[in-house]
């Protein structure tokens, strides 16, 4: 494979999370925008295209809500001086990557609805597998979409479901019953903060508390970041009220049976912060779980482990604690290699992948060397990785990977490419191994995902192509596009 191939862009070869989201209600009545920009930056790994944050007075007249949102990271879409002039001491707020749905200002969240009942601000992570359905069906009503996004879909049915029902809670429940696919969501109406997450609990949201104030969270070190207590997480298929009587919980939508449950596998292998703590399962400590199996299940003599920062790192941790092979640092990374960050052309010299991260030579000239990634996609980065290890000169390059090979897309909210764009799909490991150039590579098996988190039922159908919800018959990803 050719160099410049490889390089075209660091980032396709890495999979993407869709979003983050936050919400807070201060019964003591302080604004609270300012606290929701420190949560939300806290959760800027989950997504980096757009941001905002939707607050209200839980005092003031119903319906208004200040709503500021744009393209970019936290730090880019807001100033002290927009955070200052919104007011409300209830609030939700958003970070997104695009899966479905066009990256435009248009699509960015919270969603702001003003409806006969009052407004609805609203913040999704996930993906819906019905949504085309559901909008059809909302459009044949006279509904019109401002948004290509699924979370609209989302919030018409809520709002529609609102006018038959005695609040905004029992809303949620009926729209949640139509809705298939993955959500975690983060709903303000003017006088309660609600969270709801899918029966199969794809993604996390959990409960914290500040003083007098309530929050929800996609991950906790959004918690920590702010100076909340973790109070708990929201259950599979769970809606909870948060209003100044307390919490209410509406579990009807929980699954009876909790083996039917189904995490994302790919939050505790490379998506979630390792300082969070998903459904009960530091995600630190599962990943230098996967480390550990991998030293079980695939040993090798060396000299040296290194992790690919920054999720590889704690899978080298794990695999050197049970290998007894030393742990060390072989990359230096440059964090600074943001959004708006200029790729070099194919035809330059310089190499984006170099740009990003470089080989300590120190560290492992005349070494073997073990490298940890946590995953192999495209296979384009991992092959320059090993040949800059290869160039830093250590001698032999073994590759293990703490997820097993990608075979299948996801439709809940990941943007694993297509079958044909896997390197796992048509290629044997050992093809795989010789493509990247390592001496030798093994994969985390499938059968080690359930002790990875610590036995809790999780999806791992892009491994194992077993779907918890009938994937849709065409692929709908960036549906609305078309
Ligand atoms: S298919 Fe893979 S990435 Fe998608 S929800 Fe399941 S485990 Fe996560």
Redo the contacts with the bound molecule.
Sequence with gaps: MDQNQMDFDIGADKLREECGVFGIYDFDGNDVASTIYYGLFALQHRGQESCGIAVSDTQGPKGKVGTHKGMGLCNEVFTTEILEQMHGNIGVGHVRYSTAGSSTRENAQPLVLNYIKGTLALAHNGNLVNAPQLRHELEYTGAIFQTTIDSEVIAYHIARARVNTPSVESAVSLAMKKLKG?YSLVIMSPRKLIGARDPFG?KPLCIGKRDNAYILASETCALDTIGAEFVRDVEPGEIVTITKDGIVSDREMCPKDPAREAR???EYIYFARPDSVFDGVSVYHARIQAGRFLAMDAPVEADLVVGVPESGNGAALGYSMESGVPYGTAFVKNSYVGRTFIKPKQSSRESAVRIKLNVLREAVAGKRVIMIDDSIVRGTTSALIVNMLRDAGAIQVHVRISAPPFLHP?Y?G?D?PSEDQLIAHGHTVDEIRRIIGADSLSFLQTERLHEMAAGKPV????FNGVYPIEPPSADIRGTYEK
């Design positions: 993955a794809f994302c596998i790919f996801c809940f990941t694993i999806c791992m159908a892009c």
